[in-house]
């Protein structure tokens, strides 16, 4: 991409879609990461999405509570067996649980 291309992509992006830019310095920065720098930021991720959804989301709280689970007991992705497989049925059967309390906060 040429230095012009570049300066007209930020400029536009940062009138139209201004979290565009960080997403997109983010994908550059992850580009260069080891394998294993990549495993370790899924990793926080994904510590950081189930305690949202624990805290937030009244289907992830009533799951967690029936197996005994708690937010911690999931850090790595194969940690994710521990929760039960979900399905469009269960999703169908009671679509409220999965609004998060915290909806109005979330963009």
């Known amino acids: 991409m040429t230095i012009f291309r570049k300066k007209v992509f930020r400029l536009g992006a940062q009138l139209l879609r201004p979290n565009l ?16 720098e990549r495993q ?21 709280t009533e799951i967690f509570d029936e197996l005994g689970l708690k937010p911690s007991d999931i850090q790595l992705v194969k940690d994710l ?13 009671s679509p409220e649980k999965f609004i998060p309390k915290n909806i109005h906060k979330l963009k």
Do not use: A, G
């Open 21 to 36: 830019l960080s997403h997109f310095d983010r994908m550059i920065q992850e580009k260069d990461m080891s394998l294993n």
């Open 40 to 60: 370790v930021r899924q990793d926080e991720k994904l510590r950081n999405m189930v305690e949202h959804c624990y805290e937030n989301v009244p289907y992830y």
């Open 81 to 93: 067996e521990k929760l039960p497989i979900l399905t469009k049925d269960i999703i169908k059967s």
